[in-house]
Nanobody, 123 residues
Framework: VQLQASGGGLVQAGGSLRLSCAAS????????MSWFRRAPGKEREFVAV????????NYADSVKGRFTISRDNAKKKVFLQMNSLNAEDSAVYYC?????????????????WGKGTLVTVSS
Protein backbone atom coordinates (compact mmCIF):
# COMPACT_ATOMS: atom_id res chain seq x y z
CA VAL A 1 0.00 0.00 0.00
CA GLN A 2 1.33 3.40 -0.98
CA LEU A 3 -0.03 6.46 0.77
CA GLN A 4 0.05 10.17 0.06
CA ALA A 5 -1.33 12.75 2.44
CA SER A 6 -2.46 16.20 1.33
CA GLY A 7 -4.56 19.14 2.46
CA GLY A 8 -2.26 20.75 4.98
CA GLY A 9 -1.71 24.47 5.14
CA LEU A 10 -1.83 27.59 7.26
CA VAL A 11 -5.01 28.28 9.21
CA GLN A 12 -5.98 30.64 12.00
CA ALA A 13 -6.80 29.35 15.45
CA GLY A 14 -10.41 28.25 15.60
CA GLY A 15 -10.43 27.37 11.93
CA SER A 16 -10.80 24.08 10.11
CA LEU A 17 -8.86 21.93 7.66
CA ARG A 18 -9.60 18.66 5.94
CA LEU A 19 -6.71 16.33 5.28
CA SER A 20 -6.88 13.61 2.66
CA CYS A 21 -4.85 10.47 2.18
CA ALA A 22 -4.87 8.74 -1.18
CA ALA A 23 -3.92 5.08 -1.27
CA SER A 24 -2.89 2.69 -3.97
CA UNK A 25 -2.83 -1.08 -3.82
CA UNK A 26 -5.39 -3.83 -3.80
CA UNK A 27 -5.31 -4.42 -0.06
CA UNK A 28 -6.32 -0.92 1.09
CA UNK A 29 -9.75 -2.10 2.18
CA UNK A 30 -8.28 -4.69 4.54
CA UNK A 31 -6.28 -2.23 6.63
CA UNK A 32 -7.24 0.03 9.47
CA MET A 33 -6.08 3.54 8.65
CA SER A 34 -4.60 6.00 11.08
CA TRP A 35 -3.43 9.57 11.29
CA PHE A 36 -0.37 10.46 13.33
CA ARG A 37 1.34 13.80 13.79
CA ARG A 38 4.74 15.12 14.76
CA ALA A 39 5.10 18.57 16.22
CA PRO A 40 8.48 20.33 16.21
CA GLY A 41 10.76 18.86 18.85
CA LYS A 42 8.29 16.11 19.75
CA GLU A 43 7.83 12.46 18.94
CA ARG A 44 5.27 11.31 16.43
CA GLU A 45 1.97 10.69 18.18
CA PHE A 46 -1.28 8.91 17.42
CA VAL A 47 -4.22 11.10 16.40
CA ALA A 48 -7.04 8.90 15.08
CA VAL A 49 -7.79 5.47 13.63
CA UNK A 50 -10.62 3.99 11.60
CA UNK A 51 -11.16 0.28 11.08
CA UNK A 52 -11.19 -1.40 7.66
CA UNK A 53 -14.93 -0.95 7.11
CA UNK A 54 -15.27 2.52 8.58
CA UNK A 55 -17.57 1.29 11.31
CA UNK A 56 -15.27 1.95 14.25
CA UNK A 57 -13.09 4.90 15.14
CA ASN A 58 -10.88 5.96 18.01
CA TYR A 59 -9.19 9.25 18.83
CA ALA A 60 -6.47 10.65 20.99
CA ASP A 61 -7.93 12.54 23.93
CA SER A 62 -6.34 15.77 22.69
CA VAL A 63 -8.46 15.78 19.50
CA LYS A 64 -11.62 13.99 20.61
CA GLY A 65 -14.70 16.02 19.75
CA ARG A 66 -12.77 18.24 17.31
CA PHE A 67 -11.39 15.83 14.72
CA THR A 68 -13.27 13.27 12.64
CA ILE A 69 -11.69 10.45 10.68
CA SER A 70 -13.51 8.83 7.77
CA ARG A 71 -12.74 6.68 4.76
CA ASP A 72 -14.04 5.92 1.29
CA ASN A 73 -12.90 2.44 0.34
CA ALA A 74 -14.24 2.72 -3.20
CA LYS A 75 -11.99 5.72 -3.80
CA LYS A 76 -9.19 4.41 -1.57
CA LYS A 77 -9.10 7.54 0.50
CA VAL A 78 -9.00 8.46 4.16
CA PHE A 79 -9.91 11.85 5.54
CA LEU A 80 -9.28 13.81 8.71
CA GLN A 81 -11.66 16.69 9.32
CA MET A 82 -10.07 19.03 11.85
CA ASN A 83 -12.17 21.69 13.53
CA SER A 84 -11.51 24.21 16.28
CA LEU A 85 -7.82 24.08 15.55
CA ASN A 86 -5.34 25.55 18.00
CA ALA A 87 -1.61 26.17 18.01
CA GLU A 88 -0.94 22.82 19.68
CA ASP A 89 -2.33 21.10 16.57
CA SER A 90 0.50 22.47 14.44
CA ALA A 91 2.47 19.50 13.17
CA VAL A 92 3.30 17.36 10.20
CA TYR A 93 0.42 14.93 9.78
CA TYR A 94 0.96 11.42 8.45
CA CYS A 95 -1.47 8.79 7.30
CA UNK A 96 -0.62 5.16 7.94
CA UNK A 97 -2.04 1.69 7.36
CA UNK A 98 -1.98 -0.97 10.02
CA UNK A 99 -3.95 -2.26 13.00
CA UNK A 100 -7.08 -1.01 14.72
CA UNK A 101 -7.27 -0.54 18.48
CA UNK A 102 -9.69 1.11 20.89
CA UNK A 103 -6.76 1.81 23.23
CA UNK A 104 -4.43 3.93 21.13
CA UNK A 105 -1.72 2.98 18.70
CA UNK A 106 2.00 3.40 18.26
CA UNK A 107 4.24 3.66 15.22
CA UNK A 108 5.06 -0.03 15.61
CA UNK A 109 1.41 -0.92 14.88
CA UNK A 110 1.63 0.55 11.38
CA UNK A 111 2.77 -1.31 8.27
CA UNK A 112 2.80 1.52 5.76
CA TRP A 113 3.38 5.25 5.98
CA GLY A 114 2.76 8.14 3.69
CA LYS A 115 4.75 11.33 3.43
CA GLY A 116 3.40 13.95 5.75
CA THR A 117 1.51 17.15 5.16
CA LEU A 118 2.25 20.25 7.23
CA VAL A 119 -0.46 21.93 9.27
CA THR A 120 0.33 25.29 10.82
CA VAL A 121 -2.15 26.99 13.11
CA SER A 122 -1.54 30.65 13.81
CA SER A 123 -2.71 32.05 17.12
Amino acid sequence: VQLQASGGGLVQAGGSLRLSCAASGRTFGTYAMSWFRRAPGKEREFVAVINYSGGRTNYADSVKGRFTISRDNAKKKVFLQMNSLNAEDSAVYYCAAGYYSDYGLTEDDMDYWGKGTLVTVSS
